[in-house]
């Protein structure tokens, strides 16, 4: 299991690339708001996008709205829910 430091690095990854976002990953902030527009502005077509990679990458499946809401508010929140999937399929 990955531990948090390098899980956040992935995610981070993944979305820069599935986003197809115009700065580099480094530059995603950690509890940074992704959908508002103090955070990182992101629409339901980029929730869409990350739901699928999280879904392909770490066998995360979300299927109810509030619980992505809630999963997709920052890299940290996402990093959370990888760790717990994982601790559950152990």
Known sequence: MADSTELNGQIK???VENLMLPYPAEEIGDDAPLFSPEGMGLDSV?????????????G??????EVA????????????????HQQAAA
């Open 69 to 84: 809401r809630k999963i997709l508010h920052s890299v940290n929140s996402m990093v959370e829910a990888v760790q717990k």
């Open 46 to 58: 980029d929730a869409l996008q990350l739901v699928v990679a999280l879904d392909k990458t770490f």
């Open 13 to 15: 990854a993944l979305m």
């Open 60 to 65: 995360l499946k979300i299927s109810d709205t």
